[in-house]
């Protein structure tokens, strides 16, 4: 069973920067996507960056400029590199990767955005 581990959160000022990671145990057959989420407390889980197998990503207006997300190829870890970080852009991060026939999700990320 093939799993996504997330790494990269933690506590960080207004302004500032982070860089989340997510890596799978094992191959992943027919890789369709990569994505991240982010669910705040109290909030629906929201799509927050997105990148085709091909390389072509995709940024929510909310953090359009500001986070970047990346991968080298499909089997490779899916990045996302945030700057600019606001009080609203606290939640726990969850990485999301398409497969043949399956879906797998990370277990995420806190990210607290806080002076």
């Known amino acids: 069973q093939v799993q996504l581990v997330e790494s990269g959160g933690g506590l960080v000022q207004p302004g500032g920067s982070l860089r989340l990671s997510c890596a799978a145990s094992?191959?992943?057959?027919?890789?369709?996507?990569m994505n991240w989420f982010r669910q705040a407390p109290g909030k629906s889980r929201e799509l927050v960056a997105s990148?085709?197998?091909?390389?072509?990503?995709n940024d929510a207006d909310s953090v359009k400029g500001r986070f970047t997300i990346s991968s080298a190829n499909a089997q490779n870890p899916v990045y996302l590199q945030m700057h600019s970080l606001k009080p609203e852009d606290t939640a726990v991060y969850y990485c999301?990767?398409?497969?043949?026939?399956?879906?797998?999700w990370g277990q995420g990320t806190q990210v607290t955005v806080s002076s």
């Open positions: 990148i085709t197998s091909g390389g072509t990503p």
């Open positions: 999301n990767v398409g497969g043949y026939l399956k879906v797998y």
């Open positions: 094992g191959s992943i057959f027919r890789v369709t996507g």
